[in-house]
């Protein structure tokens, strides 16, 4: 999106911006010194990944192409006068798709990021070891049309390994064990959901997911208008609202809550999970996954950087923006670089966070009722951690909802992705959620030490490997694990957003510019 200079556009991604001018806090640290290191670098093994499902045939999808297109041909320039130098400030997603669309257009887009590294919410880097080191544990649905049709445009799509067409919980009350939801070929949507609950026999009863259904009826005969107007209530008052089970909170909810938004479904407005659930239960393959094969850094970040620069645009990191200069009138004088840099543009786009956007907003656009809303957006913290594990865990080519009071989704990046593979060792990706009372949670961890997280971790992971999680002492949540279990921590890292996607607690989606 272009701008004029009277106001800078916010581009207020839940899931792609990340805040340029807070470092990451994130801890490297071994278990034991004299741990032998183990290498996730490239791997020769060929694993076993499913066919790109056929994510093409949706109107989302070819409303997308259509857009993405228009910039190569309605909103293309005709001539050099209508060519805009435009400056955007911040290099995660929203930063650098929005650089790559411009120069589609003909624009000469100039990206400026605060850290060393692109990428926001998805930035990834090496440690001392030459291990990489995410941000985030991102997986790709097929019901991300804007992003698969960017893979297309990149020529990437080759990069995503496509898995079962299954979603995976642990059990909560039988350790160690698990069930799916399986997602029959063939079957087009919104069967091939219905169908995949009902044949699942250990989450739900039948009487339950008879209760479950006629809730939902208004989000797919109504639409988007049922689903803006459940914003004032949280999953679980909407559930006690429409008399769904209970259960249906524990079993399924839980699990959605925090796997979409860092938050327990008592604090997690309604229309966020029903906005999601329309779009997977409109598209056959909206819930079919896929992990990037490497690290984000290079097989995501590096293309987009690459195209936009070989068509005139450039890419800046370590730039950070000190202040937006305005004039008299409230226009846009000029950036000001925290290295004394003054940029001067056509045109401004913020692609910040909101918690930025708040921080960098000039005063005189304070009182402006386009941003005053902002005020009311808070971002949450959450935490990734990386686990690398000295054997093989018993382990699934998948994502997994631990359905856990601490973990979000985890999974086997030794098994799910090619870059980090290995046969002899785990490195386990997790998202510790809720981490804040903001977000849920009994505990404030985003201030506790990494020490303790990785403790409050390696309980949780003992109920979910109960034979295979050694009793170690260095960790005292696994002083009741049995004696067969053998699988000790010799690496871990910890990576704290102390404000990641804003906090879509009940009334808050109005808030949004947009």
Known sequence: MIVRNAVLSTLLSTALAF??????????????????????GASTLVMKDYPKPNVEDTQNYRDATALSQAFTSSLKVKNDAQR????????????????????????????????????????????????????????????????????????IHDRLQWKIHQMI?????????????????????????????????KMLTFGEKLQTAPPLLPMLIEGQSFIDAQD???????????????????????????????????????TVVLTAMNRFLNESNGLQMAFLDGNQSERWCGPYKEYIESRGGVVKTNAPIKEIVTNDDGSIKHLLLRSGETIVADEYVSAMPVDIVKRMTPKSWQNMPYFRQLEELEGIPVINLHMWFNRKLKAV?????????????????????????????????????????LAGGNVNWIGKSDEEIIDATMGELARLFPTEIANDEAWPSTCEQGPNGEAKLVKYAVVKVPRSVYAAIPGECSHRCG
């Open 169 to 201: 919980f642990a059990m909560q009350e039988l350790p160690g064990e698990f069930t799916t939801f399986d997602f029959i070929p063939g079957i087009p949507a919104p069967f091939n959901f219905g169908l995949a609950i009902l044949m699942n026999q």
């Open 397 to 437: 080519d998948h994502l997994c909802f631990s359905r856990s009071p601490l973990l979000s989704v985890y999974a086997d990046m030794s098994v799910t992705c090619k870059e980090y593979a290995s046969d002899t060792k785990s490195m386990l990706e997790l998202v510790f959620a809720p981490c804040s009372p």
């Open 84 to 155: 805009k130098n435009v400056a955007i400030i911040g290099g995660g997603l929203s930063g650098l798709a929005c650089a790559k669309y411009l120069v589609d257009a003909g624009h000469i887009p100039t990206v400026y990021e605060a850290r060393d590294v692109l990428g926001g919410k998805v930035s990834a880097w090496q440690d001392p070891d030459g291990d990489w080191i995410e941000t985030g544990l991102h997986i790709f649905f097929g019901a991300y049309p804007n992003v698969m049709n960017m893979f297309a445009e990149l020529g």
């Open 232 to 270: 004032e209530l949280s999953v679980t008052q909407f559930m006690r609202k429409y008399g769904m089970p209970e259960r249906i909170n524990e079993e399924v909810f839980i699990a959605m809550a925090k796997a979409l938004d860092f938050i327990d479904p008592d604090k997690l407005s309604m």
């Open 19 to 40: 805040q340029p001018h807070i470092p990451l806090t994130t801890t490297t640290s071994r278990t034991n010194n004299n741990a032998r290191r183990i290498t996730t």
